[in-house]
């Protein structure tokens, strides 16, 4: 029960409830857990080129001939990745595994800024787009990394911000209004 | 009870409670009621400029001198109107009063768009943005306007599209996420 509360959002009930469960459940599903847990732990890599997780090192991304190495994608987490496949991305990633947050005492010298410094020098991308979240920390992650990337000469962009597609001029914040007007764009 | 359910989201259940209320409550608040709607209907015109609705026309808006008349913010709704203001529009308006719609059988003849080409060729702004919402219709709404409106030779833009201020990329959609990367723009 005590190594299952350490999940993120599991409490006490919670962590009994998956206890008994995995006592009471048929053996091999619990050894199953088990050695799942063990073998992702063993299995997985950082990779050394864009520091996402994978179990091959380059991963299976950096590795892939098809990709644009013109194009490189800055992202917080190895999860965004998956959402940016999902949309279409067709350039290689870099993880920063986190963002520089003081609340957190989270500082630049924490993420792979340095590694992403280095391979940017070795490979010249023709553009850098900096995908961190459009919040606080975010914007101030990517205003540090940006100014330590144009020293190098390279493009550096960032994801657009303004109205999500779908939604509703009523229902939006001021500040997305905001955004949405000051980077409007010739209709096309 | 048959008046109060055709307003948007009252059903019979709510009407009657209405219709109690209304009776039951001090007669003042009855007949302030009936008094407000009669006189909202009264006062309430619709600006023979851009079309919004105010007690006055042209309306407060169109008449305010401090306005920056080169800039039109084209919206759907009078209620897009509100929501621009908080967000710092310090341009003029221009009211579609609809978007067109084949489900709800809304034809581009139904909307204002010859008042706002009249318009347009009268007083040549320098820009006009259609600020119809980011989705099918209002999509559709800002193409068959901004075709019409090129051949004045005005600038036509549109709101930017993509992240919403103070999302997170693990929960927005695909499609905002390819807005993203398709707007992306140099980091400032």
Redo the contacts between chains.
Sequence with gaps: MECLARLPGVGAKTSERFAYHLLRAPEAEALDLAHAIRAARERTKVCSECCNLDEVDPCAICADPARDRGLL?V???P??IA??E????RGLYHVLQGRVSSVEGIAPEDLTVAALVARVRRTQPREV???T???LEGEGT??WI?ARL?ELGV????????????????Q?????????????????
């Design positions: 994608l992202v917080e987490d999860r965004d959402s940016f999902g949309a279409g991305h787009c900096l995908a979240n459009p919040d990517a205003q940006g144009r493009t550096v962009t960032r994801l657009a911000r303004g109205m999500p597609a779908g939604a509703n001029i009523h939006v914040s001021t500040s997305i209004l905001a955004d949405a007007m000051a980077g409007r764009r010739p209709l096309p």
